[in-house]
């Protein structure tokens, strides 16, 4: 599993792999091939996204998505029973021979010996992924977080959503993490992430964890938890320690013991994390 604190992947050089024909690989504008090790992969220029589905190595387990983009929400890791970068039916994806790579667009995607799955978005690169057995993940790190702080490029996102019952309002995840703590991102062009429950570190009985976007981040005590009642009754679920949820301009990854959330507005990052010994904030 890939520690929340690891460093993003190099840029990777891809001059040394020879390009090949995109005959046979380019159905309905998209380029689609499979890696010598199995892996079903595609770039998509039209959506901006490159990546690749199948059995991920030095991942989470149960991950068997990558989505190279440039978007944070959409970019990273996945859990996902509808995978994006298969081609399309009737159409056989050509293997990427080792050595070789496709450029396409303005991506392009190498295959290594080992084996490794390289691809890159941009010259020179903006946003690049590795898959290999030592390491299997999305640079750069995510812009605007301090240092040491979890980057959700390495957490998964699964096809659940954390919305609690039913409503016309109903936008804002609400969830449980390892450590007792109850979260929610209520954020929508700006608003607040926080959690309630135990904070490890403090003295002073707090039990609210807040990041107002725009505004101040901060904790306090409070009698009447705003981060813990859904607004429609239901059942609240727990985030797993090594997944992530997304809200409209926020972002929570569950932690070992805790929790590590974020948002940002107008290009400055706030936010907070919740470990099974400390308790910081930052923003």
Request: hydrophobic share 35%; net charge negative; charged share 15%.
């Amino acid at each position: 599993m890939v520690s929340a604190h690891t460093e993003p992947p190099g840029i990777p050089d891809l001059r040394g792999y020879r390009t090949v024909p995109l005959d046979g690989y380019v159905v309905d504008g998209a380029a689609y091939f499979q890696t010598p090790d199995g892996l079903d992969c595609a770039i998509l220029p039209t959506n901006g996204t490159a990546g690749c589905d199948g059995p991920l190595p030095a991942t989470p387990a149960g991950a068997n998505e990558i989505v190279l983009a440039a978007e944070v929400d959409t970019r990273g890791l996945r859990t996902t029973a509808n995978p994006s970068f298969l081609a399309p039916p009737g159409h056989a994806a050509p293997v990427l021979p080792e050595g070789a790579k496709i450029v396409y667009g303005d991506f392009e995607c190498a295959a290594g010996s080992g084996p490794i799955t390289l691809c890159a978005k941009g010259t020179p690169a903006m946003q690049w992924m590795m898959i290999s057995a030592e390491r299997t993940g999305i640079g750069p790190a995510t812009d605007g977080l301090p240092p040491g702080f979890p980057d959700p490029n390495d957490f998964v996102v699964g096809d659940d959503e954390y919305l609690v019952g039913t409503g016309p309002k109903n936008m804002f995840p609400i969830f449980t993490v390892e450590g007792g703590l109850t979260c929610s991102i209520v954020t929508f062009s700006g608003g607040e992430i926080g959690c309630n429950g135990p904070l490890p570190g403090v003295s002073g009985g707090e039990n609210e964890i807040f990041a107002q976007l725009p505004g101040a981040t901060g904790i306090r005590r409070t009698d009447n938890p705003k981060f813990s009642t859904p607004d429609y009754p239901g059942q609240i679920r727990q985030l797993p320690v090594g997944h992530r949820v997304n809200g409209i301009g926020g972002t929570c990854m569950a932690i070992a013991g805790g929790v590590a959330c974020y948002g940002t507005v107008a290009g400055r990052a706030q936010g907070f994390e919740v470990s099974a010994t400390e308790t910081t904030t930052f923003g």
